[in-house]
């Protein structure tokens, strides 16, 4: 059905259409709880945001052909709205089609638009075939993390984004990576796609099939981030970019990246070489920091440590007791170790110990650590087997306890000499979002903590002269938010999150000057 834009402004006012929509999502938000909109990625884009998405994409539209538009997760309908307030009166809509995936969302939409000619199918996005083809694209797709993909659907998805892209993700990528890939397959030549995504995809691993695709496949030419700290969406708390490309062979050389303000008037904007977009890993770094010099000869954390998460217990509620506690269940002592409490209960930067090595820390926690058998255990320790008997119906059926040749059994992991906050964010004066904690004790730590083991060259260091232990600890905790945030991501709100592989990767040339 053919549409003419000049309608809506006749029939209705665009403002008022606007405010109706706002109610309904409002309205339809609320039938649901946060974790339920999380599974379906259901965050509306904000009206000025899908207001200033659709006037940039319109700019780059050839005009000489009609709007044929699509978007892939239509919700209620965010940016077909923003389309009629910001569309010329010169200009027509041919068709717009849209798809909804949650019933609710689409009979909505359905009956709101039902006089603006828009088809909207009620489907899954990756499980249907086009039913045509469409110039303008413009899509904020669900934000559904890989680990929350029926894992039914997850190889179905996969293969058919490599059928459609020719492009194989990694299992980590989230839903929004499938939906950009495979929307290609619902574009015209030259038609111009515009995406509100997560920013994590410029630099992480499972990111680089996209980032390759983007330079290859098609032509990007935009891409703006906003500033993580005013999060465009506070409760899915993403920091978010909109990517733009046009369906056609690449020929451009440069691609504009901008960042901070808004997409139409950014605080900072620079073209960056296609060259660079080659050799850097790290696209947010663009357009405010320079591409890195590559240097191969650099030091990285991973000359000198190890780096493992710390333990998953299973239950901490369970396995982790205070210790006046184990004593009045008069549980014995000796299969218990000392551990630190979680990342955010520990606000100093150096453990010290008492002459046990225990830490000293007002809330004095151990780990229950026993390998002897059930058997043995009943037999010898009674008080110790009735408090396993306690979790035998909740505890040991958890995931974890399952996959363990004995449920109670906790991984082995020695007490670490410097651990890592690896979450955070840059607060109260502090350079870093993160904390280099020096370890005196024989605590080990939990998976709120990343544990860095000197490897043999740096123990040697150690031993010869063990003051050193104490300076790489000070220099660790020198270094600033940015150069940990080269490796690291950073998510809306300004959270900053390290991962042990990018640990390991960051530069620590400064480490190579003390030995
Ligand atoms: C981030 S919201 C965006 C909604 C709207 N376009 C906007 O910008 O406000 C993503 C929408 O995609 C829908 N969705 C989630 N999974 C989908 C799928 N597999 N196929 C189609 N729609 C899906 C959600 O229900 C939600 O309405």
Redesign the pocket.
Same mark, same amino acid.
């Given at each position: 059905m053919g549409t003419q834009n000049r309608r809506y402004g006749i029939i209705r006012n665009i403002g008022e259409i606007e405010s109706l929509r706002l109610s309904m999502q409002s309205k339809l938000d609320s039938y649901k709880s946060i974790e339920e909109r999380r599974k /379906?990625?259901?965050?509306?884009?904000p009206t000025s945001l899908?207001r200033d998405i659709i006037s940039f994409g319109l700019q780059h539209l050839d005009f000489s052909s009609d709007i044929r538009f699509f978007?892939?997760?239509?919700?209620?309908?965010?940016?077909f709205s923003a389309l009629l307030h910001e569309i010329k009166d010169n200009k027509t809509i041919e068709k717009a089609t849209a798809?909804?995936?949650?019933p609710l969302?689409a009979n909505a939409a359905d009956s709101f638009w039902d006089n603006d000619g828009v088809n909207i199918i009620n489907?899954?996005?990756?499980n249907i075939m086009p039913d045509g083809y469409y110039n303008f694209i413009i899509?904020?797709?669900?934000?559904?993390r890989h680990h929350l993909i029926a894992s039914e659907s997850k190889s179905r998805i996969n293969n058919k984004t490599k059928d459609i892209s020719g492009v194989k993700l990694s299992g980590l990528a989230g /839903?929004y990576c499938h939906f950009l890939l495979q929307s290609i397959q619902w574009m015209d030549e030259d038609a111009v796609a515009g995406w /509100?995504i997560p920013s994590e995809f410029m630099d992480v691993n499972y990111g680089e099939a996209i980032k390759e695709f983007l330079l290859s496949k098609v032509e990007l030419f935009r891409i703006h981030r906003f500033n993580p700290e005013d999060a465009q969406f506070g409760d899915a708390l993403v920091s978010s970019a909109v990517v733009w490309f046009k369906k056609r062979k690449p020929t451009n050389r440069n691609v504009t990246f901008s960042y901070g303000g808004s997409l139409l008037m950014p605080h900072e904007s620079k073209d960056i070489s296609v060259d660079s977009l080659r050799q850097e890993q790290k696209w947010t770094r663009f357009p405010c920091q320079p591409q890195r010099s590559v240097n191969k000869s650099s030091s990285k954390l991973k000359d000198y440590f190890d780096v493992k998460r710390g333990i998953a217990t299973g239950s901490n509620d369970f396995f982790i007791i205070e210790k006046s506690r184990i004593f009045e269940m008069g549980l014995p002592f000796e299969f218990f170790r000392p551990v630190l409490p979680s990342a955010r209960y520990v606000k100093t930067t150096e453990i010290n110990s008492d002459e046990q090595g225990n830490p000293i820390l007002p809330q004095q926690l151990f780990l229950l650590d026993c390998r002897l058998s059930e058997d043995g255990i009943k037999k010898d320790y009674p008080r110790l087997w009735q408090y396993l008997e306690s979790g035998k119906n909740n505890v040991a059926n958890g995931y974890l306890c399952k996959t363990r040749k004995c449920w109670y059994f906790q991984e082995q992991r020695e007490a670490p000499i410097f651990i890592c906050t690896y979450m955070g964010r840059v607060t109260d004066g502090r350079n870093s979002a993160f904390r280099f904690i020096l370890n005196n004790s024989n605590a080990t730590v939990t998976n709120s903590y990343l544990a860095l083991y000197p490897r043999k060259n740096l123990l040697e260091k150690f031993d010869d002269v063990p003051s050193l232990k104490r300076t790489v600890w000070e220099l660790l905790n020198e270094m600033t938010s940015e150069s940990l945030q080269n490796e690291g991501r950073i998510y809306g709100g300004g959270l900053q999150k390290i991962e042990p592989k990018e640990l390991l990767n960051i530069d620590v040339s400064f480490l190579s000057g003390l030995f």
């Open positions: /379906l990625g259901q965050f509306a884009t899908a978007d892939p997760a239509f919700g209620t309908g965010a940016f798809v909804e995936i949650d969302f489907s899954d996005f990756t899509c904020n797709p669900p934000y559904v /839903l /509100l």
